[in-house]
């Protein structure tokens, strides 16, 4: 899996499938989508017309709590939706009394051939802890909310040490935060430092901790500035002050 992505968080239409087409072209090889953000389809219109091979391509998708009950024919819907063969990742999107029971129907899709790896999504240490001792196939991924303000070391470190990936889904805080976030004093000195931006020195950050991010931008120039985080390297001064950025501020509800 790409260590950079694409998040198609609230992109409709068209304006999703420009931005996964415009991202793919840059040289992103990740996208992530969902069903509950009813743009599966125009995901799957941007990687087909994007001229990348498929199987360079890393796609994911989640299955929402509401099709936890169905979850085999919500599997089989999301495949015609996105038409692009296979899913590489199917998570779930958010814990529920029922999350077990949907994550063997994804198991079940795995060894079928209709998806390549499984994970899952806000879960933090109780969540998780609780969850793997019930399930076949150990989650490749979850993905939570971190970013500067909300750093979730512990989480962090909890997850990595299952030998389970971490992917943040607001890596720059979400929208709504990011220019207040971006205006930081500390954030702008390093990016200056760097001759880059806030926003590519967050993500760098990101990385530097072993953290997928997913960006998510409609805006080409923003696109491409995100994706270009490969070329310099922040110093362990530069980590510690960032880390001392933490307000242990969530940004969404879960």
Same mark, same amino acid.
């Given at each position: 899996m790409p260590v950079i992505g694409l998040g198609t968080y609230s992109l409709p239409?068209?304006?999703c499938t420009n931005a996964v087409r415009q991202a793919l072209q840059s040289g992103y090889r990740l996208i992530d989508t969902a069903s509950f953000y009813g743009n599966e389809r125009e995901v799957g219109e941007g990687v087909r017309s994007s001229g990348v091979p498929r199987e360079e391509?890393? +796609? #994911?998708t989640k299955l929402y709590p509401n099709q936890y009950s169905h979850a085999g024919r919500a599997i089989d819907e999301a495949l015609k939706k996105l038409n692009i063969g296979h899913i590489d990742?199917?998570?779930?999107h958010h814990p529920a009394h029922n999350d077990v029971e949907t994550y063997r129907a994804i198991e079940r899709a795995v060894k079928d051939g209709k998806v390549r790896s499984a994970g899952i999504s806000c879960y933090y240490v109780r969540e998780t802890d609780r969850f793997l001792p019930q399930v076949e196939i150990k989650p490749a991924l979850i993905q939570n909310e971190i970013h500067p303000y909300y750093q979730d070391?512990? +989480? #962090?470190r909890h997850i990595q040490?299952?030998?389970i990936a971490v992917q943040s889904w607001y890596p720059l805080g979400g929208r709504g935060y990011t220019g207040a976030m971006f205006g930081h004093k500390i954030l702008r000195e390093i990016a200056a430092a760097?001759?880059?931006t806030p926003a590519q020195v967050i993500l760098r950050w990101h990385l530097q901790r072993g953290v997928v991010a997913i960006p998510g931008s409609s805006n080409p120039d923003h696109i491409r500035e995100n994706i270009s985080v490969f070329d310099f390297s922040l110093?362990?001064?530069e980590m510690t002050r960032i880390a001392a950025l933490d307000r242990n501020e969530k940004h969404d509800w879960y």
């Open positions: 239409g068209s304006v391509i890393f +796609v #994911i990742m199917m998570l779930l070391s512990e +989480v #962090i040490s299952l030998g760097h001759q880059k110093t362990d001064e």
